[in-house]
């Protein structure tokens, strides 16, 4: 067995994931700029979100779940890999197209179960249009992601990783020719300049979606042929023996991907009953997407093949050496991320969101739903490391078990809440559902024995990592109070914020250092290797 170097595969994933969610924040920002939290972005968000949704489903979700373990063993094994993925693109193309023009079709009733809180006003008919615009990108994704698969299961993480900077450079520019076609059209729209800019924005955005799908899909088909698994489209699809295990190993996971689904619908309709709730939820959304992103999808892409390989080689030593790793690492990252989001989140919504078309009243909305995710930040990165420990084994029925108490979970909070505490009421069902998700992950796994058990350096290291995270909370904390006179001052708040940022770093990782929390030749080393 030719293992996946862990520590290197994670930096390499988790640093490009790091440039997409900067870049993702930029386009964010903008967007924000111009199309604050008004109807225009609304729609956007709600037509942009329906393709996302899917994707989760298709791609990252029960699909590429069964089809990375069954994929990397037949690499590892040496069973016609290629064969096998070749009929799996042929295969997954025939359904997304199919599934497309439905999709475009049935529009309006999708856009009705996302957000009906739209019937009988503007966003209603805009989210509809956008939604046809944007939805041919859940085809284009998807490919790429398998794609993607295929390459993290060689060990070949980096096209797979820069994929979504290239989804991030075509938003910017989208919004960059948007606000340069608005202010002269708003004549010949009989609307004032500023809703004209607003309308182009949206309209150019819409038409990059499925743009920037399918420039993704040709960054890693590329890196695919460069690496000698050349996919094309040149036969008919058919049903193999072995597309047929995948269908059955999927058929749970994507039962589990539905309720996943579920838990968005529930959330995104609670919040389309309040206006501005859609894009608040977004921005925030976007914030602690950055620490999951880099920490737990990044982990989560490395382990599952790397898990893989290892049980077909029966290496369980080395299985939980990749696990106490992977959430060494992920927690040593993650618990200050999230105490950053629980201490400072109004200095970080005013300061990245706080401009243009958005008001300090929706920098205060983003600032609460921020602190609400960012406590469940730590279980949501858990989740990521547990679940490949029973994807590995190609067990997805639990999994789709325990995403149904999720589910529950989730949908009485939100529903239930709502009346009493409002639009927020979906944050607190999102972070609650998913402390819920890791209990029973971490009770679920207990029966894989020692594979799936921390080793003693894990343990001696969490509690130290918990406490520098404490220790750089209140570094923030002071940091903050003393910093708030320029963080008020437009030409210095951008500064002020990089100056907090840099408190709290030198705090956690000094502090960490010297009580042993991790050695920061560490992650150098795994720096070089990457």
Same mark, same amino acid.
């Given at each position: 067995m030719k293992p996946i170097r862990l520590m290197s595969g994670f930096f390499t994933v988790g640093i490009w994931t790091l440039l997409s969610r900067v870049m993702g924040f930029g386009r964010d920002v903008m967007i924000a700029g111009y199309l604050g939290s008004g109807p225009v972005a609304e729609a956007f968000l709600v037509a942009f979100s329906l393709p996302n949704m899917f994707r989760r489903f298709f791609a990252e979700g029960a699909f590429n779940m069964a089809f990375v373990p069954m994929f990397a063993k037949k690499l590892e094994s040496g069973e016609a890999p290629e064969e096998f993925a070749q009929d799996a693109f042929i295969g997954m193309t025939a359904i997304l197209t199919l599934f497309t023009i439905i999709g475009i079709i049935a529009m309006p009733g999708l856009v009705f179960l996302m957000a009906s809180g739209f019937v009988g006003d503007e966003r209603f008919d805009l989210a509809v249009e956008y939604g046809r615009l944007a939805f041919p990108y859940i085809l284009f994704i998807s490919l790429a992601a398998l794609v993607s698969g295929v390459l993290n299961a060689m060990g070949r993480f980096v096209a797979a990783a820069a994929a979504p900077v290239v989804l991030n450079v075509v938003f910017i520019a989208a919004v960059l020719l948007g606000a340069a076609l608005g202010r002269p059209a708003s004549d010949a729209l009989g609307v004032g300049i500023d809703q004209a800019l607003g309308l182009r924005v949206g309209d150019t955005l819409a038409m990059s979606v499925p743009l920037a799908g399918l420039a993704q899909l040709a960054l890693v088909w590329w890196a695919a042929k460069r690496a000698g698994f050349h996919l094309h489209f040149r036969r008919r699809p058919r049903m193999t023996p072995e597309l047929k295990r995948l269908a059955i190993i999927a058929a749970p996971a994507a039962l589990a991907g539905g309720v996943v689904q579920i838990n968005l619908l529930v959330g995104r309709q609670v919040a389309s009953f309040f206006d501005g709730a859609v894009a608040w939820l977004n921005y925030a959304d976007r914030?602690?997407?950055? *620490?999951?992103?880099?920490?737990?999808?990044?982990?989560?892409?490395?382990?599952?093949?790397?898990?893989?390989?290892?049980?077909?080689?029966?290496?369980?030593? =080395?299985?939980?050496?990749?696990?106490?790793?992977?959430?060494?690492?992920?927690?040593?990252?993650?618990?200050?991320?999230?105490?950053?989001?629980? $201490?400072? *989140?109004?200095?970080?919504?005013?300061?990245?969101?706080?401009?243009?078309?958005?008001?300090?009243?929706?920098?205060?909305?983003?600032?609460?739903?921020?602190?609400?995710? =960012?406590?469940?930040?730590?279980? +949501? $990165?858990?989740?990521?490391?547990?679940?490949?420990?029973?994807?590995?084994?190609?067990?997805?029925?639990?999994?789709?078990?325990?995403?149904?108490?999720?589910?529950?979970?989730?949908?009485?909070?939100?529903?239930?809440?709502? *009346?009493?505490?409002?639009?927020?009421?979906?944050?607190?069902?999102?972070?609650?559902?998913?402390?819920?998700? +890791?209990?029973?992950?971490?009770?679920?796994?207990?029966?894989?024995? &020692?594979?799936?058990?921390?080793?003693?350096?894990?343990?001696?290291?969490?509690?130290?990592?918990?406490?520098?995270?404490?220790?750089? =909370?209140?570094?923030?904390?002071?940091?903050?109070?003393?910093?708030?006179?320029?963080?008020?001052?437009?030409?210095?708040?951008?500064?002020?914020?990089?100056?907090?940022?840099?408190?709290?770093?030198? &705090?956690? +990782?000094g502090f960490g250092q010297l009580i042993g929390a991790f050695r920061l030749s560490e992650f150098k080393g795994a720096l070089r290797r990457g």
């Amino acid at each position: 067995m030719k293992p996946i170097r862990l520590m290197s595969g994670f930096f390499t994933v988790g640093i490009w994931t790091l440039l997409s969610r900067v870049m993702g924040f930029g386009r964010d920002v903008m967007i924000a700029g111009y199309l604050g939290s008004g109807p225009v972005a609304e729609a956007f968000l709600v037509a942009f979100s329906l393709p996302n949704m899917f994707r989760r489903f298709f791609a990252e979700g029960a699909f590429n779940m069964a089809f990375v373990p069954m994929f990397a063993k037949k690499l590892e094994s040496g069973e016609a890999p290629e064969e096998f993925a070749q009929d799996a693109f042929i295969g997954m193309t025939a359904i997304l197209t199919l599934f497309t023009i439905i999709g475009i079709i049935a529009m309006p009733g999708l856009v009705f179960l996302m957000a009906s809180g739209f019937v009988g006003d503007e966003r209603f008919d805009l989210a509809v249009e956008y939604g046809r615009l944007a939805f041919p990108y859940i085809l284009f994704i998807s490919l790429a992601a398998l794609v993607s698969g295929v390459l993290n299961a060689m060990g070949r993480f980096v096209a797979a990783a820069a994929a979504p900077v290239v989804l991030n450079v075509v938003f910017i520019a989208a919004v960059l020719l948007g606000a340069a076609l608005g202010r002269p059209a708003s004549d010949a729209l009989g609307v004032g300049i500023d809703q004209a800019l607003g309308l182009r924005v949206g309209d150019t955005l819409a038409m990059s979606v499925p743009l920037a799908g399918l420039a993704q899909l040709a960054l890693v088909w590329w890196a695919a042929k460069r690496a000698g698994f050349h996919l094309h489209f040149r036969r008919r699809p058919r049903m193999t023996p072995e597309l047929k295990r995948l269908a059955i190993i999927a058929a749970p996971a994507a039962l589990a991907g539905g309720v996943v689904q579920i838990n968005l619908l529930v959330g995104r309709q609670v919040a389309s009953f309040f206006d501005g709730a859609v894009a608040w939820l977004n921005y925030a959304d976007r914030l602690y997407q950055l *620490p999951l992103g880099v920490v737990g999808i990044a982990v989560g892409v490395v382990l599952l093949p790397d898990l893989s390989r290892r049980l077909k080689a029966r290496d369980d030593e =080395g299985a939980q050496s990749a696990i106490s790793r992977a959430t060494e690492i992920s927690m040593a990252l993650t618990v200050p991320s999230a105490v950053a989001l629980v $201490v400072v *989140p109004f200095t970080l919504a005013s300061v990245l969101f706080q401009r243009g078309a958005a008001t300090v009243d929706d920098a205060a909305a983003i600032a609460m739903a921020v602190a609400i995710y =960012g406590l469940g930040l730590p279980a +949501f $990165v858990l989740q990521k490391i547990l679940q490949p420990l029973y994807f590995a084994r190609e067990d997805t029925k639990r999994p789709f078990y325990f995403a149904v108490v999720a589910m529950v979970v989730n949908a009485g909070v939100a529903i239930g809440l709502a *009346p009493v505490l409002g639009w927020i009421a979906p944050a607190i069902a999102t972070t609650l559902a998913g402390w819920a998700m +890791f209990g029973c992950l971490a009770m679920g796994a207990q029966r894989y024995g &020692s594979a799936a058990k921390f080793d003693a350096r894990f343990h001696s290291r969490i509690w130290r990592i918990l406490l520098a995270s404490a220790f750089m =909370g209140f570094s923030l904390w002071v940091g903050n109070a003393m910093l708030q006179p320029f963080l008020g001052l437009p030409w210095w708040r951008g500064l002020a914020l990089v100056g907090l940022i840099l408190i709290g770093m030198v &705090s956690y +990782f000094g502090f960490g250092q010297l009580i042993g929390a991790f050695r920061l030749s560490e992650f150098k080393g795994a720096l070089r290797r990457g």
